[in-house]
Nanobody, 124 residues
Framework: QVQLVESGGGLVQAGGSLRLSCAASGRTFSSYVMGWFRQAPGKEREFVTA????????YYADSVKGRFTISRDNTRDTIDLQMNSLIPEDTAVYYC?????????????????WGQGTLVTVSS
């Protein structure tokens, strides 16, 4: 079955960096859209970024544009999220998700598979 496993979360000071990784297994993801979402305490899950695995097209939320970078590694079947210039507002549980559609969406309900999440805490 499909498995998405996130890693790389932790505690970092404001201005610092973290790199998250999502290991995907269980099927071929070359036609999928892979996304990262986050959910802060008391808030709804929100779109962070997505990448279309087939052509590498990327999409970002305005709040992270210029600070975060999503990438894919075809040999390891991983999706990485490089997060720089972190701010306390980035504190959340970060989730990796996979969408079987070729169309990129920012709506979490359209994603078919989810990881368990990894916690990112940015201290001020």
């Amino acid at each position: 079955q499909v498995q998405l496993v996130e890693s790389g979360g932790g505690l970092v000071q404001a201005g610092g960096s973290l790199r998250l990784s999502c290991a995907a297994s269980g099927r071929t993801f070359s036609s999928y859209v892979m996304g990262w979402f986050r959910q802060a305490p008391g808030k709804e899950r929100e779109f962070v970024t997505a990448i279309r695995w087939s052509d590498g097209s990327t999409y970002y939320a305005d709040s992270v544009k210029g600070r975060f970078t999503i990438s894919r590694d075809n040999t390891r079947d991983t999706i990485d999220l490089q997060m720089n210039s972190l701010i306390p507002e980035d504190t959340a549980v970060y989730y990796c998700a996979a969408d079987r559609s070729v169309y990129v969406t920012r709506v979490p309900e359209y994603y078919d598979y989810w990881g368990q999440g990894t916690l990112v805490t940015v201290s001020s």
